[in-house]
């Protein structure tokens, strides 16, 4: 599927290819990951205030 995809967006004229058709270009056949880390936050936040307020001298 990423290969008819990549043929298809590669005969786009120059001025159709958006940043996301030439991030497919540049990164087909290629290991690319798409992990955000940063998402995590929010789960270590709530974490740590469970762990603090289970172990806290209250």
Known sequence: MMAF???KVK???EGE???EI???????GKNVSYIDF???NPIIDEI????FLKYSDN
């Open 5 to 7: 995809i990549h043929r």
């Open 11 to 13: 005969g786009m004229k």
């Open 17 to 19: 290819k958006t940043a």
């Open 22 to 28: 030439n991030a497919v270009i540049e990164t087909y």
């Open 38 to 40: 940063d998402a995590l």
């Open 48 to 51: 740590q205030l469970i762990l």
